[in-house]
């Protein structure tokens, strides 16, 4: 059974300062690894998608990459706002079935 | 597009009553999903679609909850009799063919409180 773990569970930093989300997962044989912000209240929006045979991802001040082999995942905030503030959750796809981690709650202090 | 559409936002209800929650997928996805997310447990899947069909349900965690789709544009999770550790946000999915390589697309959810 895929696991997907991700650390730490909780981050508070000044804005400005660059984030780094880091996501781990037992079975590496997946379809891809998304990432997910959500807002409290609110569903999950994906930000990110990486294919299997791709290594990084990027959009505006977000970068992911992609290690397969190691079962590991980095996502990047460049420059954090406080509109950055939410929870971020990774997930891994194994055939149509998404396993999720349990999330890293950002906090960005203006 | 107007997204993944759930109703209702916010249901409380007592135990031992019927919950239907109800999702209306984005126009043209084939693939629907209905989620479970509890701060112990996190985010599981429950059930999954494909062309309106039930491809997988072994998430559903006991008789009392059911899911169907009628239509390319209708689904529902019914929950009978609800008991209080339903309680949960309910989130209802969609994409296209599948997770493998199409973005996922959630609807803002359904958070039931059963007292």
């Known amino acids: 059974k895929q696991e997907v773990t991700q650390i730490p569970a909780a981050l508070s930093v000044p804005e400005g300062e660059n984030l780094v989300l880091n996501c781990s997962f037992t079975d590496s044989a997946i379809y891809n690894l998304q990432w997910f912000r959500q807002d409290p209240g609110k569903g999950l929006t994906s930000l990110l998608l990486?294919?299997?045979?791709?290594r990084e991802q990027t959009s505006g001040r977000l970068n992911a990459s992609l290690d397969k082999s190691s079962g590991r995942s980095t996502l990047y905030i460049a420059a954090s706002q406080p509109g950055d503030s939410a929870t971020y959750l990774c997930a891994v796809t194994d055939d149509y079935k998404l396993s999720f981690g349990a999330g890293t709650t950002v906090t960005v202090r203006a | 597009d107007a997204g993944v559409i759930q109703s209702p936002r916010h249901e409380v209800t007592e135990m031992g009553q019927e919950v239907t929650l109800r999702c209306k997928p984005i126009?043209?996805?084939?693939?629907l999903f209905w989620y479970r997310q509890t701060m112990m447990r996190g985010l599981e899947l429950l059930i999954y679609?494909?062309?309106?069909?039930?491809?997988?349900d072994s998430g559903m965690p006991e008789d009392r909850f059911s899911a169907k789709m009628p239509n390319a544009s209708f689904s529902t999770l019914k929950i009978q009799p609800s008991e209080p550790r339903d309680s949960a946000v309910y989130f209802c999915?969609?994409?296209?063919?599948?997770?493998?390589?199409?973005?996922?697309?959630f609807g803002e959810g359904s958070w039931l409180t059963v007292v």
């Open positions: 126009s043209g996805h084939n693939s």
């Open positions: 999915a969609s994409s296209l063919a599948g997770h493998s390589g199409n973005t996922i697309y």
């Open positions: 679609f494909n062309n309106n069909v039930p491809i997988d």
């Open positions: 990486i294919q299997s045979s791709q």
